[in-house]
C-alpha cells in the first residue's frame, strides 16, 4: 500500500482548489488511476498505521471523505465512507491534529462535518469552521448546515440515493443552480 505522503503529496501539492471541487472528469480519473486500489484499501480500515502522524490522520480522512466522491461521482457509493470519515475527523480533531498541519489543508478535517445529515453534526462543523477563520469555507458550512436545517437531508443525494425528492426539494435544487451539496 501507498503510504499516507504520495496521497498528500498528490492533493495538496500538486492539485487545489479547482481541482478539488471542480468535477472535471480528468480529475476525477486520474484520481482513480493513481488512488483508485489504494482507496480500497483505506475503506477496508488497511490505513490505521496511518494515525501515527497528522497527516496520515488527514490523508486518511481525505481518501475517505472526498476521494471518494472523486471516484463514485452520483453513485451512493460516493458517500459509503461518510460515517468513518467523520468518526476519523472527531477524533483527530479531538486530540489536535487539525492543529498540527498546513492551516490551509486543516479545512479538510472538517469536512466530513459538513458532508454529515446530521444538524448537530453540522452545528459542531459551523463551530469548527469559525474558530479556524477561513470565511469561504464557513460560507459553504453554513449553507451546508442551513440544507440539512431545513430537509433533514440534502437533497442533491436523493437521486443517487435512491430517494423520492419533495417538491420543495425540487424547487430548491432548481433554484441553486449547480450547487451540489
Same mark, same amino acid.
Given at each position: 500500500?501507498?503510504?499516507?505522503?504520495? =496521497?498528500?503529496? =498528490?492533493?495538496?501539492?500538486?492539485?487545489?482548489?479547482?481541482?478539488?471541487?471542480?468535477?472535471?472528469?480528468?480529475? @476525477?480519473?486520474?484520481?482513480?488511476?493513481?488512488?483508485?486500489?489504494?482507496?480500497?484499501?483505506?475503506?477496508?480500515?488497511?490505513?490505521?498505521?496511518?494515525?501515527? #502522524?497528522? !497527516?496520515?490522520?488527514?490523508?486518511?480522512?481525505?481518501?475517505?471523505?472526498?476521494?471518494?466522491?472523486?471516484?463514485?461521482?452520483?453513485?451512493?457509493?460516493? =458517500?459509503?465512507? @461518510?460515517?468513518?470519515?467523520?468518526?476519523?475527523?472527531?477524533?483527530?480533531?479531538?486530540?489536535?491534529?487539525?492543529?498540527?498541519?498546513?492551516?490551509?489543508?486543516?479545512?479538510?478535517?472538517?469536512?466530513?462535518?459538513?458532508?454529515?445529515?446530521? +444538524?448537530?453534526?453540522?452545528? !459542531?462543523?459551523?463551530?469548527? =469552521?469559525?474558530?479556524?477563520? @477561513?470565511?469561504?469555507? +464557513?460560507?459553504?458550512?453554513?449553507?451546508?448546515?442551513? #440544507?440539512?436545517?431545513?430537509?433533514?437531508?440534502?437533497?442533491?443525494?436523493?437521486?443517487?440515493?435512491?430517494?423520492?425528492? #419533495?417538491?420543495?426539494?425540487?424547487?430548491?435544487?432548481?433554484?441553486?443552480?449547480?450547487?451540489?451539496?
Amino acid at each position: 500500500m501507498q503510504g499516507p505522503e504520495n =496521497f498528500i503529496a =498528490f492533493w495538496f501539492v500538486d492539485h487545489g482548489y479547482e481541482d478539488w471541487f471542480g468535477g472535471e472528469p480528468a480529475f @476525477d480519473a486520474k484520481c482513480a488511476e493513481r488512488f483508485g486500489e489504494l482507496h480500497g484499501q483505506v475503506a477496508r480500515g488497511e490505513a490505521w498505521e496511518w494515525r501515527a #502522524t497528522p !497527516e496520515g490522520r488527514l490523508a486518511e480522512i481525505v481518501v475517505l471523505d472526498q476521494l471518494s466522491r472523486q471516484l463514485h461521482r452520483n453513485s451512493p457509493v460516493a =458517500f459509503a465512507q @461518510d460515517k468513518m470519515a467523520l468518526a476519523l475527523a472527531q477524533e483527530a480533531v479531538a486530540m489536535g491534529a487539525d492543529d498540527a498541519v498546513e492551516r490551509d489543508w486543516a479545512t479538510f478535517f472538517y469536512m466530513p462535518y459538513m458532508h454529515a445529515e446530521s +444538524l448537530v453534526v453540522q452545528n !459542531e462543523g459551523v463551530r469548527l =469552521f469559525e474558530l479556524h477563520g @477561513d470565511e469561504k469555507s +464557513l460560507e459553504f458550512m453554513i449553507a451546508h448546515r442551513d #440544507t440539512i436545517a431545513r430537509f433533514g437531508r440534502f437533497p442533491f443525494r436523493n437521486a443517487a440515493l435512491g430517494r423520492d425528492s #419533495t417538491s420543495e426539494e425540487i424547487a430548491y435544487m432548481q433554484e441553486q443552480e449547480g450547487r451540489v451539496f
